[in-house]
């Protein structure tokens, strides 16, 4: 089946500095990838949708300038969470499909950030 | 609006049980349909499927019908075991936005 992998799978920041996050599809083309926040016991909730080459589309009350979100090619997309702050401490999961309307996503393996 | 509603956990059970978690959607259109499992620390995997009404998605001893007369897609697994322990996803996939709608999640632990 289709494989997607996140780096890092954890990380540990300091309050006020940037990090960001990989999704990549290993053995597919993913002209879209998703990006979710999940909190501890509770479902997943989107926070972007972006497609390859054109800008990111943000769920409402997600902030766009401190969630950043690329999608440069076909097998990778960046989250970068910037100037963190401790509430922005969270699991961020990724999902990738094969085009606009696919509706089997695959997931990554998540990453777990927390902001000291 | 459209919205995936399953049952609240977290459901305990004894190994080789009888397993059945509810899910059912609200949609314009006939939806496809996924069952989403978590384990700890980990990402969400695919766990089964269904594209329309009365397919049947299986997997891994897992089974959930597409009832369109209940909008329902419930998850049945005829014995559980330890290693079902996990968080359980109900969801559809919403095509007017090209995104997934997620159930809240059902967290089932299996006792040996």
Request: glycine share 8%; hydrophobic share 30%.
């Amino acid at each position: 089946g289709a494989v997607v992998s996140q780096h890092p799978s954890r990380v540990i920041c300091k309050s006020g500095t940037s990090v960001k996050i990989e999704c990549r599809s290993l053995d597919f083309q993913a002209t879209t990838m998703f990006w979710y926040r999940q909190f501890p016991k509770k479902s997943l909730m989107l926070m972007a949708t972006s497609n390859e080459g054109s800008k990111a589309t943000y769920e409402q009350g997600v902030e766009k300038d401190k969630f950043l979100i690329n999608h440069a090619s076909l097998t990778l997309s960046t989250l970068t969470v910037t100037s963190a702050h401790p509430e922005d401490s969270s699991f961020y999961i990724c999902s990738a499909g094969g085009g606009f309307g696919t509706d089997t996503q695959y997931f990554g393996p998540g990453t777990r950030l927390t902001v000291l | 609006g459209d919205s995936v509603t399953q049952m609240e956990g977290p459901v305990t059970l004894s190994e080789e049980a009888f397993l059945t978690i509810n899910c059912t959607y609200t949609a314009t259109g006939y939806p496809s349909l996924f069952w989403y499992v978590q384990y700890p620390g980990e990402g969400l995997q695919l766990l089964l499927k269904a594209t329309k009404a009365d397919d049947k998605g299986s997997n891994k001893g897992f089974e959930a019908t597409y009832r369109k007369e209940t909008t329902s897609f419930h998850l049945e697994k005829g014995s559980v075991q330890v290693s079902d322990s996990a968080v359980y996803f109900c969801a559809q996939w919403r095509s007017s936005a090209s995104k997934i709608i997620f159930g809240s999640g059902t967290r089932l632990s299996i006792r040996p």
